[in-house]
């Protein structure tokens, strides 16, 4: 029977008891939760999400092969999932940004996925580039309205999808990257904080940079001056062009990925104000390159720790939690008195509380006692909501020996 906003949609029954989420606008609905379901609902589609005792709860896409098996688009009854719902969802998280966006600043990430009521979905822009990701069979199923949408919003000419994450693999989904508008011409030119930085949109990890480190970047860049800095797992070179722009003596970075290290060479030429004598490059492992500068009785005053997700889920967290200790451990014997050590974990299975743990734990076996100068997060592109706390991945302390 057509409903409300004019449309048939199959219709989804939870257990009794499993709504709870859902009234507190949490977006997911694992597998578990439900009570039955039309078997032949297509990856993507739209359905209704309805209470044991028949309430109507959600409107939300469909992932079959997903044990999250449903993401909620809205809570409102009487919202269509159509073109206009993603011109307005879209319009929405780049107004949001735009307090972050200015003759310094033209790369941010425009939309952050269940943060932006938008479960799948992530946009980044480096200047007049937009990279998306389509993370799950519903915003696959609306790719065509959710680019033109982006594209209205922002004016952007260039449009590359880099739905080539894993989690698609959990979705039934194929990999799928490529140019959608425009054209790409090798990296794409763009400025953080005033610093030019090149970004391989097509090639690079994830969406080609990593925005969320942006507040972070600058906060070590304020730190920098006149101080030896480490910058392990260094990428394209972000906080080491930060670290130099901010006045270091030295700036040593390590990365075990040859193109990112080329590309951070690249960054560094772009900006030929800061003293690129300063800075020295490793392509190596970081786990035993930190080994062999502290055999060498390396030191140094400001460390920045920065690795990839070492536990994705909660279930790697213990093996994680050994590799975080091991690389914090060995970074906190190297830190001359009164260093500083910037450090991250963008593992969503590992919460502040027991990262902060980790490092203690590393701190106490290196016999190293430091303060907590900051606690740190993503910049507030990455927003997280109260609904949705899963999306709060990164977290960060800044410690001074
Ligand atoms: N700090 C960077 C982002 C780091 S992403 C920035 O601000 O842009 C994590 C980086 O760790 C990636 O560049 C990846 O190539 C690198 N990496 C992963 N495992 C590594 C290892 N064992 N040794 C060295 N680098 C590693």
């Given amino acids: 029977m057509p409903d409300r906003t004019g449309a048939t949609r199959p219709r989804v029954t939870l257990k009794p008891g499993r709504e709870k989420s859902l ?12 009570a039955d379901a039309d078997a032949a609902i297509e990856p993507g589609a ?32 009487d919202t269509p999932i ?12 780049v107004a949001a940004r735009a307090p972050l966006v200015d003759a310094d600043h033209d790369a941010v990430r425009l939309v952050h996925a269940e943060a932006d009521g938008l479960p799948g979905v992530v946009v980044d822009r480096y200047a007049d580039a937009l990279v998306v ?12 309205a959710i680019v033109d949408a982006l594209v209205a919003a922002t004016g952007a000419r260039t449009v590359v999808e880099r739905s080539d994450a894993e989690v698609r693999a959990l979705e039934g989904l194929p ?22 930085y090149r970004v391989d949109v097509l090639g690079g990890q994830k969406t080609g940079f990593y925005l969320d480190q942006r507040d972070n ?66 392509e190596a492992d970081v786990f035993s390159e930190l080994r062999v500068l502290r055999n060498r009785g390396a030191q140094f005053d400001l460390i920045v720790l920065d690795p990839p997700k ?27 008195p009164g260093g500083l050590l910037a450090t991250f974990s963008c593992s969503g299975g590992i919460g502040s509380e027991f990262f902060q743990k980790v490092v203690a734990g590393a701190a106490a076996d290196a016999r190293v006692d430091a303060t907590i100068v900051a606690r ?19 977290k960060g302390l800044l410690l001074r020996r």
Wanted: charge should be positive.
């Fill in 82 to 93: 159509d073109a206009a719902f993603f011109r307005a969802r879209i319009d929405a998280a």
């Fill in 175 to 196: 990999m799928r990257h490529g140019v959608v508008r425009g054209h790409v011409d090798g990296p794409v030119a763009m400025r953080e904080a005033g610093l030019a």
């Fill in 217 to 282: 970047r600058a906060l070590v860049r304020q730190h920098a001056r006149g101080r030896r800095v480490l910058n392990a797992f260094c990428y394209t070179g972000g906080f080491t062009l930060a670290a130099l722009a901010g006045g270091a003596d030295s700036v040593l970075s390590i990365d075990s990925s040859g193109p990112a290290l080329a590309l951070a060479l690249a960054n560094l030429a772009a900006n030929p104000t800061l003293a690129a004598s300063r800075a020295t490059w490793a």
């Fill in 310 to 336: 070492f536990a994705p889920t909660a279930a790697l967290a213990s093996r994680a939690a050994r590799a975080y200790k091991d690389i914090n451990l060995l970074a906190l014997k190297m830190l001359a």
């Fill in 376 to 394: 740190l997060a993503a910049t507030a592109d990455h927003p997280v909501t109260l609904a949705f706390p899963e999306g709060e991945y990164l």
């Fill in 133 to 144: 990701q389509l993370l799950a069979a519903g915003p696959e199923r609306h790719r065509e």
């Fill in 23 to 34: 009234l507190a606008h949490h977006p997911w609905v694992f597998s578990g939760a439900l």
């Fill in 46 to 77: 739209t359905v209704d999400l309805h209470a044991a005792d028949g309430t109507w709860l959600a409107r939300a896409a469909w992932s079959p092969s997903s044990q999250i098996r449903a993401r909620a688009w809205t809570f409102a009854a």
